[in-house]
């Protein structure tokens, strides 16, 4: 598994990494905090990681937190790069300070690598949030601070509103078939050198047939899955992370951090698509 520097943060990370979102259902059906097919789910992670995938992405939202706790183990925790995310109506400080206590138990940690905020909230001061934010980095229970869902104008405003900190990361929707990231935001994080966790990868599922796609898979022995994300991750800052939730698709993702795409074949799945 091909490792590389996530944002400016110096940490080396696994280029494909593992989303553990699963479904409106599955997160609506908790019993007592153990849900229908969990064990799977943990299994499938637990695979990820014994492939040498490293970046593993959360939230509060997902009812994945334990699961993720479960498949790590004490012995890992230093391997992993956890990420987890404080949803929208939490983001004023002291709902932010709870929620992150809360992850933390449920994640069995007593650090967090990156807590990302979930999505903007108009009502609440962003300078508000990232100041509860690097109030964690400075009790030492945070390493790094990301955000998700954000436009460029409120990615420089949140950048603007860490006096110390970094921001590291964005969180955004980007595949082979959702490209509009590759207007402004993703050379700006190119320039900046911020880390683009790319979630929906493989087109949350929908990858459609297409001959060039087809081609690249069938010439080279891997699977269309394999080469998307292949292609979001030879980008110097994109981090793909696909859903971690049956072990043979976990093990054939991880598969796509070792092999390179040839510059024509790279070039041909820029133009597709569009
Ligand atoms: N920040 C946000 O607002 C946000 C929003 C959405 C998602 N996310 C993050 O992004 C992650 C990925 O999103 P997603 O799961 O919806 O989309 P995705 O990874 O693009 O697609 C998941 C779908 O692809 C299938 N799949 C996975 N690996 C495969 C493979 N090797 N071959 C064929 N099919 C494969 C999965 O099936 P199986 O389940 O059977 O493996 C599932 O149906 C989430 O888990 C979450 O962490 C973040």
Redesign the pocket.
Known sequence: MKLKEFGKTGSKVSEIG?????DPLWIATAFGGWKRGAAAKVG?IKAGLDAGITLV???EI?GSEPLVAKAMGEAKRDEVFLAT?VWSNHLHRDDLINSFDKSLRRLGTSYLDLY?V??PNRRVPIKETMAAMEKLVGDGKLRHIGV??FSLEQIKEARSSLPKSELSSV???Y?LVHRSVEGDILPYCEEEKIAL?A?????????PSDPKLDSISSSRGK????VALRWLADKATVF???????E???R??AAAGDWELSDKERADLDLKFR
């Open positions: 593992m989303g553990t979102y699963y499938a992405d959360t939230a997902y995310k990302q979930h999505f998700s869902n969180q955004l929707d595949s966790m979630y929906y990868p493989l087109g949350h599922g929908k990858l699977t269309r899955a394999q793909p992370i696909p859903r971690a939730s049956k043979s698709h976990v054939d993702n």
